[in-house]
Every structure is written in C-alpha cells, then in structure tokens.
C-alpha cells in the first residue's frame, strides 16, 4: 500500500471558470502513440491512445466514470433519461431508458436498436477484443424504440453491468452499420458519432483531427477543432511541448522530463497522480520457451530488484515501491495488493530454482538445459525513452541473474495489434489500462480468453496463462454481485497468479497531464476515461 499511501495529486491550475474560456480556434495535442484501428470492439483495438483519442470524444456510452478527488463512480450519460432498472432474480434483467433527445451526429435517434446491435456484434462476431459480460447476454429487446431490456441467460449474473454498452466499446449505430462490414467500416476511422466530436480525418503516421459534432444535444465542443499530432519519440514530444508545437501533452513520465517539471517550468499547468488505473509490468508468455517452465517464471521473480527500478524511474514523482497486484491503484480495495510483495532479489534462490528443476549455468555464466540457454527477447515499445532504460536496467540484472536478455522494440500498433495478440512474444513491458470501475482480470487471465481459433481469436490473455484452479474464481469476479464475495474471489485469484508467476508487475505508471497556461477549462486527468473526457469543455483563454 505504500504508492497507494502517496496518493500524489499535484495540481497546478487545474481549472478555469467558463467565462475565461473563448469560443473557438484550434488546438494541437501531442500523441506518444497512433492507434491500429478504430474498430472499437475487434482485437486491433488495444492501444489506450486510441480510446483516449476517438473513442471517449465521439462514442455514445451507458454510464460514464466520475472522478471526485481520488475516487471514482459510475454516472448515467446523457444517452439515459436516468439510472436504469436492475432487476437480479429470476434472471438478470437491465431496463435502459433512453434519452429522446439522444442523436447520432446525423440526426437519427439513438435507440434500442443500437443497443442491440452493439451486443450481437460483440458476442457473434470474430476477432472481437473481450466479449466478457455480452456473451452471457440472451437477449436485447429492441421493441420499444426508447426503452432497452438487456436479459442475462438464466443461471448467469454479471456484476460490472455497469460497464456494458461503454467502457472501451461504446454503442454502435444499427442504421449505419447494420448489414455493413463493420471492420471496413469503423477500421480506418469512421465519420459518425454520438458524442460532441466528430473525426474530421485520420492521417496515418501524422494526425487525428476532431471537429464539433454539430447535432450533439449536449454542451457543445469550445473549440473548432482539436489536431493530435503523432510524437512517437518521448524526448521529441517534450521538445515539441515547451517549444509551443503543441499545447497539451499526457507523456509517460521519463526521468529527464521529471526533472524538469521539478524544476519548474514557465507557462505550464500540471495535474501528476499516482493513483492510476495503470499496471505496467514484466508479461510473460507462459506457453512460450523459457517461460512456460514456470521454473524459469519464478526466478524471473527473484531475479529483479523491482524497487532499484522504480525508485530511479518514478523517485521524483513519489513513487519508490513497485506495485504488487495486476489490479491498479484505483481498484485497490478490491486487490491484495501485496500479492507479488515475495518478488525481490534474491540470485541465491535464482540458482536453487532453476538447478531443482534440472537448469545449470554454462561456462559464459547463462543458464542452460537441454541445450538450450535461458535467453529470451523482451519486447516493448519504440520511442519511449523511459522503457527502453527499463529494458536496458533489467537487461543488466537477468544478466547478473544468469538470462541473457535481447530488447526489441516495436510500434504500438505493430505491438498491441498483431504481436501480443498472437502470442508473438516472450517477455513484454507495457501497461493494462482499466477503463471501468471494477475488478475483472478473467479477460486478461482465464483459459477461454487465450486468443485461438476456438474462440475466434478473441479475448486478451495474450500472456497465454491457464490456471484451471484460477478460471472459477476469476469467472466471480465478473458475475458475483455480492461485493464481500466479489473482493474475495478476487483476492484468492490474485494469490493464484502470483504462485504460478504468470507474469510480474513492476509499477502503477504514474499519470502527467501538461497543458499551456493559454489552454483553458476545467482540465483535469481521468485514471479510467483518461485526459480527454471533458475536452469539449477546454478552450482558450479569451
């Protein structure tokens, strides 16, 4: 609980009343990542940018996630007249009341029938991202134009139903989509929307542009338009920032650009938090050689020491203890958060590990069996200077640990669209980003989510990772509605995790929102929609 005990929140000008904001120009945000596609619900659609970006700013949603402080709830969207009716027994049954003056960007309502068509996509289609919660789903009743009744199949219950029709998807358009290839349709960016922007274009490798949603029935978008300007280079993004090239930046934090936010820098406001909704960590292939010798898994844990890292990454933002739970910060309460805490150093448990289990080490110092030496590639993305020192850090103390360690770095896209997903890896380091307010790890961890032909390569266990103890309890957490029983499966599921050392957390990736004291509004991070869930209300100052 130490990061959790920092609770760092460093505010600086976080807001501005609505009468300094001007009406109208342009801005220009800086991107540290593009994403593979726009089909919010297929595999393609894993970058956080991406959902940050087009997503939040021009998908209708169910419920969207408030943040007071520290805390965060669930709020009905302008799309509902209100709090939907939730019915548990017999069955599960979710009455949604839909706003009459809800409207798709051409002026069609939005109805029940795109709530029918979003789940039906979702549970029958192939290639979709995480179908958990929709495929329990038996039937969507589209009668009622202004009134959807969502109906769970007898014996299923789904606990985050709050998260349905929102989250990283969003509500699709049945009169724009329907009998349509929806991939062709959405992939390449698409030009409805039901929020208060629309995407002008999608220029690949250069920019996203937004424009106001016109028959948004919401308060309308300050700005005529909003450029993300792809800066995959951290170092370039920070120069680009303070030279004026663009006026807002969310960068990973990198040990430099820390310094200098310490020091001070003119004209700038700044929000950093480390109770995020972020898990970077050491994920580990577990059915590829080395790694699927859990063996191997659990010298890794005693192979690092995770808190040299994090101290010397995130010392100047608090941060100095790695994280211990797939579960972030802001799910914490639901989390053993000490679960991973047995992960330190320790090379003489390293060495009495791998020889129980038939390893020796070579005349060049490096683990072998069989033949083979303990060597694997670690992958992460390009441009980011903070994550290659990673890489480079930990390259240095497998090596100490007797694993030889190469780094290979790769676009986002080319990362998260096609390598994870098809298990193209041995070690990574990125971060899970939750986007609902609620535990669920049964998409990233149980069997039936390891992306294959039998499930039509759906799902995000891209670490390969098959605990059949674990399944049960991880399959809870999705559909228990009491919350006792809830955070108790979730914690013994974590326990299971950790004792297989499917992969290995390292820290909670701490959030920086930087903006130009000439951008304007009341800005301010959002762990689980992200920076740009308001950005209809940021503007310049008059």
Request: hydrophobic share 40%; aromatic share 10%.
């Amino acid at each position: 609980m130490a990061v959790l005990g920092v609770a760092l929140v460093v505010l600086a000008g976080c807001t501005s009343k609505s009468s300094s904001v001007a009406s109208g120009g342009s801005l220009v945000i800086g991107a540290e990542q593009e994403p593979d596609c726009m089909d919010w619900i297929a595999s393609c659609s894993g970058s956080s940018w991406g959902f940050w970006m087009a997503n939040i700013t021009t998908m209708p949603r169910a419920f969207n996630i408030a943040r007071s402080g520290d805390t965060y709830s669930y709020k009905p969207s302008s799309v509902l007249t209100g709090e939907p009716k939730l019915v548990t027994s017999p069955t599960q049954t979710i009455t949604y009341s839909i706003n009459p003056k809800a409207v798709w960007s051409d002026g069609t309502p939005i109805t029940s029938a795109d709530f029918q068509y979003t789940w039906d996509q979702i549970k029958n289609g192939s290639d979709i991202y995480d179908q958990t919660g929709y495929k329990d789903i038996a039937s969507v009743d589209a009668s009622d134009p202004q009134t959807a009744v969502v109906t769970f199949e007898e014996g299923t219950q789904f606990a985050s139903w709050k998260g349905l029709f929102g989250g990283g998807y969003g509500i699709l358009p049945s009169h724009i989509l329907k009998d349509q290839d929806r991939a062709a349709v959405m992939a390449d960016g698409y030009t409805f929307s039901g929020g208060p922007w629309v995407i002008d274009s999608w220029e690949k490798g250069v920019s996203i542009v937004l424009k106001p949603n016109q028959n948004y029935w919401g308060d309308k978008p300050k700005l005529d338009q909003v450029t993300f300007k792809f800066v995959a280079d951290t170092t370039s993004e920070f120069q680009a920032f303070k030279a004026g090239e663009v006026s807002a930046i969310y960068p990973q934090p990198q040990v430099d650009a820390v310094q200098q936010i310490n020091a001070g820098l003119s004209g700038v406001n700044k929000e950093i938090t480390a109770n995020t909704a972020n898990v970077e960590a050491m994920w580990i292939n577990n059915a590829a050689a080395p790694f699927d010798d859990r063996a191997v898994r659990e010298a890794v844990c005693y192979a690092v020491d995770r808190n040299a890292v994090v101290k010397a990454l995130f010392g100047g933002l608090g941060v100095t203890e790695a994280w211990n739970s797939f579960d972030p910060p802001v799910l914490a309460p639901y989390s053993d958060t000490k679960a991973f805490a047995g992960c330190t150093k320790d090379l003489a448990k390293v060495s009495s590990v791998l020889t129980a289990a038939g390893w020796a080490k070579g005349a060049d110092g490096i683990w072998a069996k069989d033949g083979e030496r303990l060597s694997f590639t670690f992958r992460t993305t390009s441009g980011n200077a903070r994550r290659q020192l990673t890489a480079e850090t930990l390259q240095t103390q497998f090596a100490d640990a007797g694993m030889s360690m190469s780094i290979d770095t790769q676009k986002a896209g080319t990362l998260f669209g096609d390598l994870l997903p098809a298990g193209d890896f041995q070690m990574a380091l990125y971060a899970q980003v939750a986007t609902t307010f609620d535990p669920g790890n049964c998409v990233l961890f149980c069997s039936t989510n390891i992306p294959s032909e039998a499930n039509d390569n759906s799902g995000q266990n891209w670490t390969r990772t098959d605990i059949p103890a674990a399944d049960p309890l991880l399959s809870a957490v999705d559909t228990e509605l009491d919350e006792a029983a809830r955070t108790k499966a979730n914690k013994e599921s974590m326990a299971l995790l950790a004792a297989d050392f499917t992969s290995i957390p390292l820290d909670p990736l701490p959030n920086i929102l930087l903006w130009s004291d000439k951008v304007v509004g009341p800005i301010s991070d959002n762990g689980l929609e992200g920076p740009f869930w308001n950005l209809h209300q940021w503007g310049l100052k008059k």
